[in-house]
């Protein structure tokens, strides 16, 4: 039994390198180089940082400018690329490179490998830096979030930046990996007082507000029009990382993600950077003229109900101290486990941040997409012991395993 696991290290560890020496091979893009736009120059000037946030290469050029620099990915846009078929032929080849895993290791190891390779496509296109996340496997996993993360550093440390997502495990795995000097963007947060934890504890390069779907949930629900809502939740997240990672080795600085109109591009001018879908991107610089200023002092009115309110909708850009103080414990004294982390969350009292779930409400996350149905967890969110943060994170976990999983599909249908 011994000699079998020393078999099976040895051949994970050949596996890793053979892995590493493919993702390049015969890798021919050519640079890309954006010609200067003085629309998103003056956005620049406001203080914004501009990346893309798609994984289509045609798209991606023809929105590319000199003033963008970065990016981003996620398992819904790898999944969209896959999809296509463009990498058939690769994942046929890729085959032979993890033959020596054991099967149920095969998948994910060649998901891997097409996240690597796309993001390297996208670096050597574009020359900026490209964001690449963890199979959903991991998010729970404090080993495999390390592991994986560090073999993406290894493969393009000047280009890659490694997205974790907010887990407890996430937030502790995020930061050991952070601590061994890898880039990090820690995603799928929706609040203030979410991206004060994430500050505090994992330190990142960057973390985000996923803006349009605070919105969306708030009018979906009929909890208020939601208008203003996304807005209030980067201006407030964006002071308090800014307050917060100031007495950091590095600054961690705030995406706006998820922007649904091209008015946010001029309503949140001054965001540390904007993560642009291209259609977005497109409909701004057709219909703004351009002349952008920082908006970080902005106080928009919030479009809720008080049926919004005592569901605890202001938990998007309210930051209660008792939030802070946890981040500054946990800061202080890391937890070995997200177990443990999630304890010391409840006895905080704050444990609608990290709440326990049953099977059933598991799969009602799943079963409710991206956006939660309010009457499925009215009662939870009324009481305290859930947040509407929380349940946009949840959900948008599941969104995104569901994503991986038709990728990991498509993956099994050409490897067995």
Same mark, same amino acid.
């Given at each position: 039994?011994?000699?079998?696991?020393?078999?099976?290290?040895?051949?994970?560890?050949?596996? &890793?390198?053979?892995?590493?020496?493919?993702?390049?091979?015969?890798?021919?893009?050519?640079?890309?180089?954006?010609?200067? $736009? @003085?629309? +998103?120059?003056?956005?620049?000037? /406001?203080?914004?940082?501009?990346?893309?946030? @798609?994984? $289509?290469?045609?798209?991606?050029?023809?929105?590319?400018?000199?003033?963008?620099?970065?990016?981003?990915?996620?398992?819904?846009?790898?999944?969209?690329?896959?999809?296509?078929?463009?990498?058939?032929?690769?994942?046929?080849?890729? &085959?032979?490179?993890?033959?020596?895993?054991?099967?149920?290791?095969?998948?994910?190891?060649?998901?891997?490998?097409?996240?690597?390779?796309?993001?390297?496509?996208?670096?050597?296109?574009?020359?900026?830096?490209?964001?690449?996340?963890?199979?959903? $496997?991991?998010?729970?996993?404090?080993?495999?979030?390390?592991?994986?993360?560090?073999?993406?550093?290894?493969?393009?440390?000047?280009?890659?930046?490694?997205?974790?997502?907010? @887990?407890?495990?996430?937030?502790?795995?995020?930061?050991?990996?952070?601590?061994?000097?890898?880039?990090?963007?820690?995603?799928?947060?929706?609040?203030?007082?979410?991206?004060?934890?994430?500050?505090?504890?994992?330190?990142?390069?960057?973390?985000?507000?996923?803006?349009?779907?605070?919105? /969306?949930?708030?009018?979906?629900?009929?909890?208020?029009?939601?208008?203003?809502?996304?807005?209030? /939740?980067?201006?407030?997240?964006?002071? +308090?990382?800014?307050?917060?990672?100031?007495?950091?080795? +590095?600054?961690?600085?705030?995406?706006?993600?998820?922007?649904?109109?091209?008015?946010?591009?001029?309503?949140?001018?001054? @965001?540390?950077?904007?993560?642009?879908?291209?259609?977005?991107?497109?409909?701004?610089?057709?219909?703004?003229?351009?002349?952008?200023?920082?908006?970080?002092?902005?106080?928009?009115?919030?479009?809720?109900?008080?049926?919004?309110?005592? #569901?605890?909708?202001?938990?998007?850009?309210?930051?209660?101290?008792?939030?802070?103080?946890?981040? &500054?414990?946990?800061?202080?004294?890391?937890?070995? #486990?997200?177990?443990?982390?999630?304890?010391? /969350?409840?006895?905080?009292?704050?444990?609608?941040?990290?709440?326990?779930?049953?099977?059933?409400?598991?799969?009602?996350?799943?079963?409710?997409?991206?956006?939660?149905?309010?009457?499925?967890?009215?009662?939870?969110?009324?009481?305290?012991?859930?947040?509407?943060?929380?349940?946009?994170?949840?959900?948008?976990?599941?969104?995104?395993? #569901?994503?991986?999983? #038709?990728? $990991?599909?498509?993956?099994?249908?050409?490897?067995?």
């Amino acid at each position: 039994m011994k000699n079998d696991k020393k078999e099976l290290t040895h051949t994970k560890m050949d596996v &890793k390198g053979k892995v590493r020496e493919f993702v390049f091979r015969d890798l021919n893009e050519t640079l890309i180089k954006g010609k200067t $736009d @003085t629309f +998103w120059q003056s956005l620049r000037n /406001a203080g914004t940082t501009l990346w893309l946030d @798609t994984g $289509d290469m045609e798209e991606a050029e023809a929105n590319w400018t000199a003033e963008m620099s970065a990016l981003t990915t996620n398992n819904t846009l790898l999944n969209n690329e896959i999809q296509k078929g463009i990498y058939d032929s690769f994942i046929e080849k890729a &085959k032979g490179i993890v033959a020596g895993l054991p099967e149920e290791e095969r998948v994910k190891e060649i998901a891997f490998i097409l996240n690597a390779r796309h993001g390297l496509r996208l670096a050597h296109r574009f020359g900026g830096l490209v964001s690449v996340e963890l199979h959903t $496997d991991t998010a729970n996993d404090l080993d495999a979030i390390v592991s994986y993360g560090m073999r993406y550093h290894e493969i393009c440390p000047e280009h890659f930046i490694i997205k974790v997502p907010l @887990t407890s495990t996430g937030l502790l795995g995020a930061r050991k990996l952070k601590d061994a000097g890898v880039k990090i963007n820690f995603t799928l947060e929706f609040s203030a007082r979410q991206n004060v934890l994430v500050t505090q504890i994992t330190r990142p390069d960057y973390l985000n507000v996923f803006l349009g779907r605070v919105g /969306a949930y708030i009018s979906d629900n009929k909890l208020g029009d939601g208008s203003g809502a996304g807005e209030m /939740a980067v201006l407030s997240s964006q002071g +308090w990382v800014t307050r917060l990672s100031g007495s950091n080795p +590095w600054p961690t600085r705030l995406i706006a993600a998820s922007l649904r109109s091209y008015q946010q591009l001029d309503l949140l001018a001054g @965001t540390d950077v904007y993560t642009m879908p291209p259609k977005v991107a497109a409909a701004g610089r057709a219909n703004l003229p351009g002349a952008f200023i920082s908006r970080l002092g902005a106080v928009y009115p919030v479009g809720i109900n008080e049926e919004g309110k005592k #569901s605890g909708c202001e938990n998007f850009w309210v930051v209660d101290n008792n939030v802070v103080d946890f981040g &500054k414990a946990i800061n202080m004294s890391l937890p070995e #486990s997200g177990k443990e982390l999630e304890e010391r /969350a409840h006895k905080a009292g704050l444990g609608d941040m990290f709440p326990i779930m049953s099977e059933k409400e598991t799969q009602m996350i799943i079963s409710d997409g991206k956006i939660p149905a309010y009457e499925h967890w009215k009662g939870k969110l009324n009481s305290g012991e859930i947040g509407p943060d929380t349940l946009l994170t949840l959900a948008g976990l599941a969104s995104f395993t #569901s994503d991986q999983n #038709s990728l $990991d599909e498509r993956i099994g249908k050409i490897i067995f």
